[in-house]
């Protein structure tokens, strides 16, 4: 029995619920420490992430401390996941897991990120920007549901981390776009893609978070 | 002797010279396709890449075809840099160099990207987006030189692909800001960051990669 992984997280933000969805897949034990945003970029945190954002992860298995939710899933998949149940030991689905968690770090996080703030934050509502953002995600949306037709995951004939990485910013759609989000009728437009996130959702590990999640953003404790 | 990679890449978009420069770095063989933006979003290349972007790469000396820049340079390290100079097999250091990776492809790149958008391409210049990416770029300067102070590289003693993975967008700062950089006064406020990427130009590797990009980003062919 492993000692438990501490992740540090936030009750909104998506990432750190993308960590904890692996975790919970994983079934490895872990402690939630939950932040407040001004605490994130001084010390003492920023001695432990430098970029002054969650989720970070320290392991007293190995003694590894890192941040940046892609390369904690990776780290996670690497050193608990030895019977490859989320992910691939070798050959070319090891690199497609890779390229599908980069698009997902690079194309799909900072684009609906942007979304967000323009859509729900910026204190005025600017066209140019928004619509530009709204494209974007609509852009990933269309390379999910090309990639996924014809097929259940990502990659190979499994879920792995790839797959799972997606789930918390594709489900925070509703709350970015509202009412908007049903004049864009993804399970229409994107049928390959809504099957996929459903399925997903259904995953017992990831609706057990996503349940939690909600639970923690609504004031309601752990 | 391997046979050559082929890397799709594009003259000024930055992505497709980390993967060059890691290749230089490494002495792997590689030929370049130099793709137009317009055959990039339809096949043949959405087959091989479905996100529509460049760089994509084929080893035929694995049948192994993938994009995502990070995803690639993390494939020819763990394939072709066997006696590590560039990478570390196993440790914290290894996954820091992921963390690394990650920061760059989720931190820098987007919102560097998003900052050229709004300073150079953007039929009008909006003053928030632009202020607003202004400050993600300062903040990326910011976080890169608190790291790297009292340190030559990122990870560890020597350059990782994490280090080279931040040089092409980097770089190109003097093309997005104009003027505006010299008012920012890098290498005064962020000197750590700065002695860091001018150690970085001047690697052979690099220094030939940039050179090859400049000349064909003027027209003047590879």
Redesign the interface.
């Known amino acids: 029995m492993s000692k438990p992984i501490t992740l540090y997280s936030h009750a909104t933000g998506p990432n750190p619920w993308k960590v904890a969805m692996v975790l919970e897949e994983l079934n490895v034990p872990y402690d939630t420490k939950f932040m407040d945003f001004a605490d994130l970029k001084k010390d003492p945190y920023?001695q432990l992430c430098?970029?002054?954002r969650v989720p970070a992860i320290e392991d007293p298995n190995?003694?590894?401390?890192?941040?940046?939710?892609?390369?904690i899933v990776?780290?996670l998949a690497e050193t608990y996941d030895t019977k490859h149940e989320l992910s691939f030991e070798k050959?070319?689905e090891k690199?497609?897991v890779?390229?599908?968690?980069?698009?997902q770090?690079?194309?799909q996080?900072?684009?609906y990120g942007?979304c967000a703030?323009?859509n729900k934050f910026?204190p005025?509502r600017?066209a140019?920007?928004t619509e530009?953002y709204d494209e974007q995600v609509k852009r990933v949306l269309y390379?999910l549901n090309?990639?996924l037709t014809g097929k259940k995951y990502l990659v190979g004939e499994k879920c792995t981390i790839a797959d799972i990485s997606f789930v918390p910013w594709n489900e925070m759609l509703g709350f970015i776009l509202g009412d908007k989000l049903a004049s864009w009728d993804v399970e229409k437009n994107y049928p390959a893609y809504h099957a996929w996130h459903q399925s997903l959702l259904a995953r017992p590990a990831v609706k057990k978070t996503w349940e939690a999640k909600q639970k923690v953003a609504s004031g309601g404790g752990q």
């Open positions: 920023e430098v970029n002054g190995t003694g590894i401390n890192i941040w940046e939710s892609g390369a990776e780290y050959g070319p690199y497609q890779k390229q599908w968690l980069h698009f770090m690079s194309g996080g900072p684009y942007q703030w323009f910026h005025e600017l140019a920007p530009r390379v090309k990639a």
